[in-house]
C-alpha cells in the first residue's frame, strides 16, 4: 500500500475513485435536487450559484444528476466486474487444471469470442435483448469474462505442477480445497490488476452502451446518457456534455493509473528489478 500511495500517478486516481464513490455512495444526502424533477421554466439555464452545472432542456438540476449518475455507473461497474471476475476465474482454473477436452473447448470458445471487438458483441446482445440496465449488465458480463478466463488459466498452467500441488494431491485433499486453498491465492495478483484496468474499461463501455441509447432509460441519470441527451445543445449549452463527458475521463484514467501501479508492485519482475 505504501508503495502504491508513493506512485503520484496511482496516488491521484486513487483519490479520484475515493472522492467518486464517496458522492455515490452519499448522493441522497449532497444532491441539491431532486435529479428528475422537471421545471421546465428554468431549462437550459447556465451554470449558477443556484445550479452550479446549470439544468438540462427539461430543467432538471446538471449537478444532482451527475451525482445520481456516479451512483448508476459504478453500481453497474461493480456488478458487472464481479459477475465477470468470478465465472472467468473458475472457468479459467478449472480448463488449467483440468486439461484436456474441456481446456480445449473452453480456449477455442474464448478464441472465436476474442475476434471479434468487445463493444461489437456487447452491442449485438443488447440489440437481441432490447435496451435497459439489466440487458446493459448481461450484455457487457457475456463478453466480459472472456480475459479473466485466459489469465487464471494460464496462471493455473503454470502452477498445476508445482511440489506443493502435487503435495498436496498425495496428502489426498479435494480438488476443491487445491483449487481454493493453492491455485486461487496464485491467481489473485494478476486479477486484481486486471480488476482494476478493467474498471476503466466497463465505465467506458457503460457510457457507450448509454450515449447510443442502448443502457440505462431516461430518466434515469447516467453519464451515457447525459452525454447523449447534451449532444443536441452542445453549441449554445456545451455544460451539458463537458460534465458528464469529464467524469467518464477522470474515472477511466483514475482506475488505468491504479491498474499501472498495482501491476508494478505485484509484478514479481518488477521487485527483482528494484
Known sequence: MDDLLRNRASFLG?????????????????????PNRISLDDKLKPPSSEHPFGTDQLGRDQLSRVIYGTRTTF????????????????????AGYKGGLI????MRIIDILLAFPSIILALVIIGALGPGVLNTVIAISLVGWLYYARVARATTL???????????????????????????????????????????????TIASLGFLGLGAQPPTPEWGTMLNEGREFL???????????????????AFNFIGDGLRDILDPRQQVIK
Do not use: Q
Request: a negative charge.
Open 103 to 106: 481446456d480445449e473447448i473452453l
Open 235 to 253: 453549441r449554445d449549452c456545451p455544460w451539458l456534455s463537458i460534465v458528464p463527458g469529464s467524469l467518464i475521463m477522470l474515472s477511466v484514467l
Open 14 to 34: 486513487l483519490v479520484v475513485i475515493c472522492i467518486l464513490i464517496f458522492t455515490a455512495l452519499t448522493a441522497d444526502f449532497i444532491s441539491p435536487y431532486d
Open 75 to 94: 453500481e453497474l461497474s461493480i456488478i458487472i466486474v464481479t459477475i465477470t471476475a468470478s465465472f472467468g476465474i473458475i472457468a479459467g482454473i478449472i
Open 158 to 204: 503454470s502452477i498445476k505442477e508445482k511440489e506443493y500441488i502435487e503435495g498436496a494431491r498425495a496428502l489426498g485433499f479435494s480438488e476443491t480445497y487445491i483449487y481454493t486453498h493453492y491455485v486461487l491465492p496464485n491467481c489473485l495478483p494478476p486479477i486484481i490488476v486486471l480488476v482494476t484496468l478493467n474498471m476503466g474499461a466497463v465505465i467506458l
